[in-house]
């Protein structure tokens, strides 16, 4: 098992008048000395944005695009007639596609909004264009990780075209489990191993956690590669994950 940690002061930082965005990877102009991304994971951005401001009309293609709400409300619109505002509770996820056009906007006129941008390249470029968003409710996603995006839809989630997994978890204190890798494994015949195709980049929302014996605080990371399981133990009362995982080769 390899881990790399990265602590949440080591994030980079874009802040304008309306918006304050810690990046864990490169993104815009921020350049990171060491993480550019995380295979095909190239963007997990932790957004702030305040009343009545957003990010207007702007286009993208062929890029797996997930929001999830942490405070407040985003509304969506987008070329396609796609348009729906999300809130705590629920996730949104568009795929780019050959290409698409579209806004979120913090539409309250008091309260910021608080959301992960998460950005993951698709398994074939110029898909046709597509939205959807869901409510996972907190008794879902109570002391496991839940599935929110998969590329099979299983038990409920929501589609990506990717051979990834995006979880959420909220944990009780000294919650333990383990996450089982669900993503392929491939023998070497020069190297004579397995080697694992995906690996597991966990962000922690709030609370902290402990893995494979690092302790993480909130908004800390670590990636994961080259095991198929790891362990985690819950260190405070309603500790709350994100779990992507995702190709790295």
């Known amino acids: 098992m390899k881990t790399s940690i990265q602590r949440a002061s080591e994030r980079g930082q874009t802040?304008?008048?309306?918006?304050?965005?810690?990046?864990?990877?490169?993104?815009?102009?921020?350049?990171?000395?060491?993480?550019?991304?995380?295979?095909l994971l190239r963007t997990l951005n932790d957004d702030e944005i305040a009343p009545g401001k957003g990010f207007p009309s702007h286009a993208h293609?062929?890029?797996?695009?997930?929001?999830?709400?942490?405070?407040?409300t985003l509304t969506h619109e987008d070329s396609e007639g796609n348009q729906g505002t999300i809130t705590v509770g629920e996730v949104q996820i568009?795929?780019?596609?050959?290409?698409?056009?579209?806004?979120?906007?913090?539409t309250s006129t008091t309260e910021p909004c608080q959301f992960l941008q998460i950005w993951i390249e698709p398994q074939k470029s110029n898909l046709e264009p597509s939205y959807a968003s869901k409510e996972f409710d907190y008794e879902y996603l109570h002391n496991h990780f839940a599935t929110i995006a998969s590329p099979n839809?299983?038990?409920?989630?929501?589609?990506?075209?990717?051979?990834a997994w995006l979880c959420l978890g909220h944990f009780d204190q000294w919650y333990n489990l383990d996450y089982h890798l669900r993503?392929?494994?491939?023998y070497n015949r020069d190297t004579r191993t397995v080697e694992r195709h995906t690996?597991?980049?966990l962000f922690v929302i709030s609370g902290s956690v402990e893995v494979e014996g690092e302790t993480l605080a909130k908004r800390d990371s670590i990636a994961i590669t080259d095991t198929s399981k790891f362990n985690l133990t819950a260190l405070?009362?309603?500790?709350?994950?994100?779990?992507?995982?995702?190709?790295?080769?």
């Open 15 to 39: 802040q304008t008048p309306w918006l304050d965005s810690k990046h864990s990877f490169s993104f815009a102009g921020y350049r990171s000395r060491t993480q550019d991304n995380f295979g």
């Open 61 to 72: 293609s062929n890029m797996e695009i997930i929001s999830i709400p942490l405070a407040g």
């Open 94 to 106: 568009m795929s780019a596609g050959s290409g698409i056009t579209h806004s979120e906007i913090n």
């Open 153 to 163: 839809r299983k038990h409920g989630s929501l589609l990506i075209h990717q051979e």
């Open 183 to 186: 993503g392929e494994s491939r």
């Open 199 to 201: 690996g597991v980049y």
């Open 236 to 249: 405070e009362p309603e500790t709350h994950i994100l779990l992507i995982e995702a190709p790295i080769k």
